[in-house]
């Protein structure tokens, strides 16, 4: 079953702030408690950005974001990310596919080590720096397409 989110009733998107950007951010930050309130979803873990390994969308940064820039001024586009872990804890309502929620059931770190959310959580086996990404960017401004890579581990 697929699940779908609702907006609940009451919780519009307001227009956006006028003026500074503190009041944009002031908004915003507002905006996602009350959607965190009535919802149940945290923006962090459940809304913004999909865990693991992925192509396209935004990186899913384990330490602050370090976006590459291009020789041509340009911040370079996310490509791909390879992911040491494809969720973690907290962000496992939302991005853990749906045919492999039933196995998760009494998952968490003192699980047995054969209890299958091991092999869910990193079905690559890999360690990148303990549990870190790859994340690969180019330029689509630039004709030649320089790219431009970035690591980080937690
Ligand atoms: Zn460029």
């Known amino acids: 079953m697929r699940r779908r989110y609702r907006r609940p009733s009451g ?7 006028q003026g500074s950007t503190e009041a944009l951010r002031t ?33 899913g940064w384990t330490q602050v974001p370090d976006w590459p820039v291009c020789g041509c001024g340009a911040r370079l ?10 969720f973690s804890r907290g962000d496992e309502k939302r991005w853990i ?10 998952w968490g770190f003192a699980a047995p080590d054969d ?3 091991r092999r869910i959580q990193n079905p690559a086996g ?15 401004a630039c004709p030649e397409r ?5 690591f980080d581990c937690s």
């Open 146 to 150: 320089p790219f431009d890579h970035r």
């Open 27 to 59: 908004q915003v930050r507002d905006d996602i408690a009350t959607v965190e309130r009535e919802t149940g979803w945290r923006y962090d873990t459940d809304l913004s950005v999909a865990s693991g390994t992925k192509v396209g969308g935004y990186p």
């Open 115 to 117: 209890h299958p959310w």
């Open 77 to 86: 586009e996310h490509l791909l990310t390879v992911a040491t872990w494809e």
């Open 11 to 17: 919780s519009r998107p307001t227009a956006p702030a």
């Open 97 to 106: 596919p749906l045919e492999d929620r039933a196995a998760m059931a009494g």
């Open 126 to 140: 890999l360690t990148l720096g303990d549990a870190g990404g790859i994340y690969l960017f180019v330029c689509s």
